[in-house]
C-alpha cells in the first residue's frame, strides 16, 4: 500500500510563500521513518530539520513540493471569507500534490476547523479515488506528516533566505516578528508599496501601507 502524508508551512505569515509538501511511502517503510525520529517541524531546530530533510527524502520513494506566492493568496483573500477562500487554496494545492504523489490513502494536516470539509474540499479537485484522513495536528499524530512537514518548513526557509540576502535580516516573515514589522514599516516608507512578496491583503502590511496613507495625507 502507497501512503502519503501532506502538510504546509507558512499559512499565516505576512512574508513569502504557503508551501505544500508531500511524500510517498510504501507502507513497508514507515519504520524506518519513525527510525528517523520525525516530528513536528515546529518542534525542531532549523539545523535539525535540514539534516532530517534529506535523511527522509533517501528513504521515500518520491516528494513534491507546491508553492503558494504572496499575489495567489492575496486574489483569493481580497475575495471575501479569508480563512474560507484560503483554505480552498490550500485544498486545490494539497490536491495537486495528491495528483502527482498517486497514493492509496493519503494523511493531510486539516487547515479548516472542520476537518470532514477539508477532505471533501481536496476530493472536488482529484480525478481519481483515494482515502483521504483529514485531522487536526496530524504532523504530531503521523510520522508520515511529520515528514512532508518538515519538508516544507526546510523549503520555505530556504525561501526566506533568499530574501534575508537581498535584504537584510527581515525576520521570520510572521506578523508576531518585530523584525518582520520593522521591515514592513521601513520598505513601505522607502517605497510606497510592497515588493511581490509581501502579503498586501494581510492586516498588519494593510495597517503599515494605511498609516503612511495618512500621514501624507496630514501634509498635504
Known sequence: MLIAGIDDAGRGSV????????????????????DLG??????LSPKRREELADKIKKIVLKWTVVKLSPAEIDKVVEAGRKLHK????????????????????????????????FKQHISEYLTFDVEIISEHKADRKYPVVSA?????????DMEIKKLHAMYGDIGCGYPSDPKTISFLSRIIQERGEYPDFVRRSWKPAKKLKSEKTSRQLKLI
Open 86 to 117: 484560503l483554505n480552498r487554496l490550500e485544498a486545490q494545492a494539497m490536491a495537486k500534490v495528491i495528483e502527482e504523489l498517486k497514493p492509496d490513502i493519503v494523511y493531510v494536516d486539516a487547515s479548516d476547523i472542520i476537518e470532514e470539509r
Open 148 to 156: 512532508a512537514s518538515i519538508i516544507a518548513k526546510v523549503e520555505r
Open 15 to 34: 512574508i513569502g510563500p504557503l508551501v505544500i509538501a508531500g511524500i510517498l511511502i510504501d507502507n513497508g517503510m514507515m519504520q524506518q521513518l519513525k
Open 38 to 43: 520525525v516530528r513536528d517541524s515546529k518542534l
